[in-house]
């Protein structure tokens, strides 16, 4: 369990096969954009990539998608919200 710096949430690390590595909500919801899997407890989850989604994983039925997909946490981190309007009010000042 990891900590967003930002607005201290509960976050996770998902991985893509291409190791990058992306911050998501704790709770898995019905809508979240990103499906991953668990790789046990020595790995992050993997992310699973949309043309697999599209393939394999669309057959699994709607209660299964909700528990494995999660919304990327820079869609709902207020931390970071926070420091785009201090970083936008500060250009505006100095744009004076
Ligand atoms: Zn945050």
Redo the contacts with the bound molecule.
């Keep these: 369990m990891s900590l967003?710096k930002?607005?201290d949430?509960e976050?996770l690390y998902g991985e893509k096969p291409d190791g990058t590595r992306i911050a998501v909500d704790r709770e898995p919801r019905s809508d979240g954009a990103l499906a991953m899997l668990g790789r046990g407890t020595r790995m992050p989850p993997l992310i699973i990539p949309d043309h697999w989604v599209d393939g394999a994983v669309q057959h699994l039925d709607a209660e299964t998608m909700a528990a494995i997909t999660y919304m990327p946490?820079t869609a709902s981190?207020?931390?970071?919200q926070r420091h785009r309007e201090r970083r936008d009010r500060t250009e505006a000042e100095s744009a004076d």
Excluded: L, T
């Design positions: 967003c930002d607005c949430a976050i946490h981190c207020v931390g970071a």
